[in-house]
Nanobody, 123 residues
Framework: QVLLVESGGGLVQAGGSLRLSCAAS????????MGWFRQAPGKEREFVAG????????YYGDSVKGRFTISRDNAKNTQYLQMNRLKPEDTAVYYC????????????????WGQGTQVTVSS
């Protein structure tokens, strides 16, 4: 069992930056693939970014490539999402997720989810 808690969301102007954090409980964090998803009102939850258990491989959704950076610190049981050049269309609830499978953009491949943190980008 892994408990995930996101933090760092908030309100920011377009063009600004935010850094999300996801703290994980348990001693096996380093064995999980980690990911970030987001869900805007009335839309499906979509993949944002994923990172391998060691951090040597990353994978991004097309809409955030070049603007967002995923990273992890296994010593701190924490993963991060640095979001730069934010746009109003990035407004959503952002979810942290953990997977016991390979690096993936598929929601059903992730076994554990956080409660989400709201990110709002004003124009």
């Amino acid at each position: 069992q892994v408990l995930l808690v996101e933090s760092g969301g908030g309100l920011v102007q377009a063009g600004g930056s935010l850094r999300l954090s996801c703290a994980a409980s348990g001693r096996t964090f380093s064995s999980y693939v980690m990911g970030w998803f987001r869900q805007a009102p009335g839309k499906e939850r979509e993949f944002v970014a994923g990172i391998s258990w060691s951090g040597d491989r990353t994978y991004y959704g097309d809409s955030v490539k070049g603007r967002f950076t995923i990273s992890r610190d296994n010593a701190k049981n924490t993963q991060y999402l640095q979001m730069n050049r934010l746009k109003p269309e990035d407004t959503a609830v952002y979810y942290c997720a953990a997977s016991r499978r390979v690096l993936s953009a598929i929601k059903s491949d992730y076994d554990y989810w956080g409660q989400g943190t709201q990110v709002t980008v004003s124009s």
